[in-house]
């Protein structure tokens, strides 16, 4: 019980005296990542080993989860082309099995595997993806004069107006201005603290019942509620969020 | 059982101290129930807002189910994300109390 909150941390390189710079080293959080990432390389590479115009069942599933990806994708960015929506593609379907998988670590019993997910550095690093890739696609959808005009407010290029507006339109951005900055980063945090404080806190109910009933059948139904059910959900919601940032900010 | 023993037994209950853990209330200890205190209000309070929006979101779900049927997956599926997305305060408020708690409490 009082390992709850704790993360295994390396201060020092193991075996010597020399500290880890930026203040040590997640190791598990590292090692569950690389795990998933095998993990998912092999399945996948076991599933379509055999290609072939009438699919085998490995190959069926993979094609399901990518044709709803597609189908997803294209549905939520509303581009011109096929090949201008299959350039999402890739890192939204990559983001969700990462993070099925991932969600998904805290059910082998054994002590080295946990969620990557309920390290709060993980889904940090994943929501300044996130917030950063949407920003940079949508300065690169509408120019950099058109992306600092949208964080000004909506009052900062009004053509036609007459002097005194545009003048008000202009001093309206000192407000409007660090508002829209201040959203910007809020959503980095909005969008990694639902995630860790979802599966952190689906992993510590499950850790004070198994105290309170010795370990006996129910956590296994919690297993299957707080990690199956809420990881995959959270895992679709962090996907969407995504790309709905990223649709929001192209158009 | 002889009377030697007694003898050593009956001193040695007699030689405890009389008030043994009547120690005074520490800062620390005021300051690690206030946390817990803060932890709980925190939690309780801010499970209200997510109760409401998602009982609410799922009436209209259901609301919409019973007029369309056919939908219902569709609106399960939506139903679903929007109250994992308004899920979102609460779990702040999860953030909050356990920082409060593993940080304050257990952290010193």
Known sequence: ?251 | MDASFMTVLVQAVAAQPEEVAATAIQGTDLIKAGALIGAGICMGFGAIGPGIGEGFAAGKACEAIGRSPENAGLLTRTMLIGQAVSESTGIYSLVVALVILFGVVLGG
């Open chain 1, 1 to 251: 019980m009082e390992r709850i909150g704790e993360r295994l941390i390396w201060y020092f390189v193991p075996g010597t005296n020399t500290p880890i710079p930026l203040g040590g080293l997640n190791v598990l959080t590292i090692f569950n990542t690389v795990v998933v990432m095998l993990f998912l390389w092999v399945l996948l590479w076991l599933a379509v080993r055999h290609r072939s115009l009438v699919p085998n069942r490995g190959q069926m599933v993979v094609e399901l989860v990518v044709g709803a990806f597609d189908g997803l994708v294209a549905s939520s960015l509303e581009l011109e082309t096929r090949e201008a929506n299959r350039k999402f593609f890739p890192l939204i379907c990559c983001l969700f099995l990462f993070l099925l998988v991932a969600n998904f670590m805290g059910f082998p019993p054994f002590d080295i595997f946990e969620e990557p997910t309920a390290d709060i550095n993980c889904t940090l690093a994943l929501g300044t993806m996130a917030v950063a890739l949407a920003t940079v696609c949508g300065i690169r959808a509408k120019g950099i004069g058109g992306y600092t005009s949208e964080l000004m407010g909506p009052l900062w290029s009004q053509p036609g107006a007459p002097m005194g507006a545009q003048i008000a339109g202009k001093l309206s951005s000192l407000f409007f201005f660090p508002l829209n900055v201040i959203g910007e980063l809020s959503k980095i945090v909005s969008i990694s603290f639902r995630l860790f404080g979802n599966i952190i806190g689906g992993s510590i109910i499950i850790i004070v019942v198994s105290n309170l009933v010795y370990n006996f059948g129910l956590p296994l139904g919690l297993d299957f509620f707080f990690i199956f059910f809420v990881g995959a959900i959270q895992a679709f919601v962090f996907t969407m969020l995504t790309l709905t940032y990223i649709a929001v900010a192209i158009k």
